[in-house]
């Protein structure tokens, strides 16, 4: 099966530092593909050079098998890709509803549509859609976002991402400020996703979550892609093995 996106011999030095060295990834449209490794493998700049938010020094990306320059987040969204990344990217002084929106607001229909007035009913009603699909706490569609729980956060970034994905989505670390019932919640979106054939890249530290959705895991150590495994067939020996060195 052709890769939805690909990348083959990404690399990226900070200074001194190498963060990709000569990386490679590759999803599956209808796949869960997690990425782990330690800190500072390179998994967020993995991630970033991949979606518009980072330069390579070199490298090649395709999308759909096709070579293609993603060169900033507006072309990755345009493209049906989305990203959760850990600091959530959302406007603290805007309630749950215009942050999902922002950008992508819905004009009402006839004059008032052109004067610029939003359809605020049907932002609502398909805001309020998304957080029934991921069981989620926020209740408050008024309140400003700044004023809400780590996790409500993490929700309204996650459920405005799977709203928008229309091809890929990458979750970093999902499920990091979630108590035990949102996890699951999100746990089983993911699944849902997948099935509705879009791709989904999980990071997480959490091996237990990792080998519950994935159906590969692609290993990252020192700036490049390590190992890769069938979800099914993989133990969380084998994955701590190639993170640490073990298969390196």
Not at 76 to 95: C, F, K, R
Not at 148 to 153: E, I, P, T
Not at 195 to 217: C, F, Q, W, Y
Request: charge should be negative.
């Amino acid at each position: 099966m052709t890769p939805l996106l690909e990348a083959r011999g990404l690399s990226r030095a900070f200074g001194h530092v190498q963060a990709l060295d000569d990386a490679a990834f590759d999803v599956c449209a209808g796949e869960v593909v997690a990425l782990v490794g330690d800190n500072g493998a390179g998994k967020s700049t993995l991630v970033k050079a991949m979606t518009g938010n980072l330069d390579a020094d070199r490298g090649e990306l395709f999308f759909d098998g096709a070579p293609v320059r993603i060169e900033t987040p507006a072309q990755a969204s345009a493209m049906g890709i989305e990203v959760v990344y850990q600091d959530l990217a959302l406007a603290p002084h805007l309630n749950p509803v215009q942050n999902m929106f922002l950008g992508r607001e819905i004009p009402r229909r006839g004059p008032l549509g052109r004067l610029g007035f939003m359809d605020e009913k049907a932002m609502r009603a398909r805001a309020e859609e998304g957080f029934r699909d991921l069981g989620g706490t926020v209740t408050d569609f008024g309140a400003r976002v700044g004023e809400m729980s780590g996790g409500q956060r993490q929700q309204i970034a996650i459920v405005r991402a799977i709203t928008w994905a229309g091809r890929l989505v990458f979750l970093d670390e999902p499920t990091a400020a979630l108590g035990v019932v949102q996890t699951r919640h999100v746990l089983d979106t993911v699944k849902r996703v997948r099935d509705k054939g879009i791709a989904v890249v999980l990071i997480s530290h959490s091996m237990p979550e990792v080998l519950e959705v994935a159906d590969r895991v692609q290993v990252m150590r020192l700036g490049r892609r390590v190992a890769v495994f069938e979800g099914k067939d993989t133990t969380v020996e084998q994955l701590v093995s190639a993170m640490t060195g073990g298969l390196g």
